[in-house]
């Protein structure tokens, strides 16, 4: 499989590549805001602070991993293609980049992907091959085969220095805007699939908010990482697919992603579907945002699970707002 241009897996991430990526993506990737409600403060009985990367370019933060990885890459790489395997936010990501980059992209993406997700992805240009996440198919195995194929770089959705460097930039507009807001002690609470968005920050806020510590957030009976922290070793679901929130169902912590999480990580969050639900029709409500339900569990824990959250303030990002009619309907009636 092809990775020529991109760092080596074993590079590390530090604040020199965050910075290089946040330049790279400076006039592409939108700077989100950081909003609050004096409603939602009520119900979480502390400040919350939301920042919305389901504003961002595609409709999710992955637009800046996509972009830090796409735009690094040797031109003649680029040329030749990228491949990417996805459920959805990832692959739109990657297949934007592409596109304002000139590149060709395949994305390897789980049947049972919402079709929204699968249509748009198409729409932006790239070539999507299907299979069957349910019965343990691999994306990995059909990626690799496409790559070896046609010469193609993968680019990974999560573990890889680039795409971990370019969603920290959300982590350096976090520590920004909460200095800003007169937060400087606070639990972050990220929404976390393999965690490239959590590790990313937890490694920018290291660097340049101290006092802000990173938790992950996750649904529950998809809580790998938050058992993964407890227990010190990367920890597996029993199960890739079939709940709510497809956005961040994957099988375990990523091998670069866990180590940063377990050295900068407080203990990892988990909510129920019920939870996220309500906080996606909160999100709408109180704040006119549109969150898919993997993009809102961070929402989720800071409103419902208060107690499990320190401090004065919290802030939390919504991941993500590509979610189908009928799932936003449900939650709108719900909540």
């Not at 990995?140 to 193609?152: D, F, K, S, V, Y």
Request: aromatic share 4%.
């Amino acid at each position: 499989m092809s990775g020529a241009g991109l760092a080596a897996a074993g590079e590390a991430v530090d604040i020199a590549m965050i910075e290089a990526a946040a330049a790279r993506l400076a006039g592409h990737a939108r700077r989100t805001p950081l909003l609050s409600s004096p409603f939602l403060d009520e119900i979480a009985g502390r400040r919350v602070l939301v920042k919305p990367e389901c504003l961002q370019h595609t409709g999710s933060f992955k637009f800046r991993g996509a972009w830090s990885a796409l735009s690094a890459l040797d031109p003649q790489a680029r040329a030749r293609g990228v491949i990417a395997y996805s459920s959805g936010n990832h692959a739109q990501g990657v297949a934007y980049a592409a596109r304002l980059l000139g590149a060709p992209a395949v994305i390897v993406m789980p049947a049972d992907a919402p079709r929204m997700k699968i249509d748009n992805t198409r729409a932006l240009g790239a070539e999507v091959v299907l299979y069957d996440r349910a019965n343990f198919e691999s994306r990995e195995e059909i990626g690799a085969r496409i790559a070896a194929e046609r010469g193609l770089t993968l680019v990974k959705p999560y573990d890889a220095p680039l795409v971990i460097a370019g969603q920290a930039s959300t982590g350096l507009e976090i520590a920004e805007q909460a200095a800003q807001a007169g937060v400087t002690r606070a639990d972050v609470l990220a929404c976390c699939g393999g965690g490239g968005l959590s590790a990313g920050i937890a490694l920018a806020l290291e660097a340049r908010a101290p006092g802000l510590r990173l938790r992950t957030v996750e649904p529950e009976g998809f809580d790998y990482t938050a058992r993964s922290l407890a227990s010190g070793r990367r920890e597996r679901n029993a199960a890739e697919a079939g709940g709510l929130c497809d956005a961040i169902l994957t099988p375990e912590p990523g091998a670069l992603t866990f180590p940063i999480l377990r050295r900068l990580a407080g203990p990892g969050l988990a909510v129920s579907e019920a939870e996220v639900l309500r906080a996606m029709a909160l999100a709408f409500s109180r704040l006119k945002l549109v969150a898919e339900p993997g993009g809102a569990v961070a929402l989720a824990a800071a409103l419902f699970r208060a107690r499990e959250i320190e401090g004065e303030a919290v802030i939390v990002t919504i991941s993500g707002g590509n979610v189908d009619a009928e799932t936003f309907a449900r939650a709108l009636a719900l909540g």
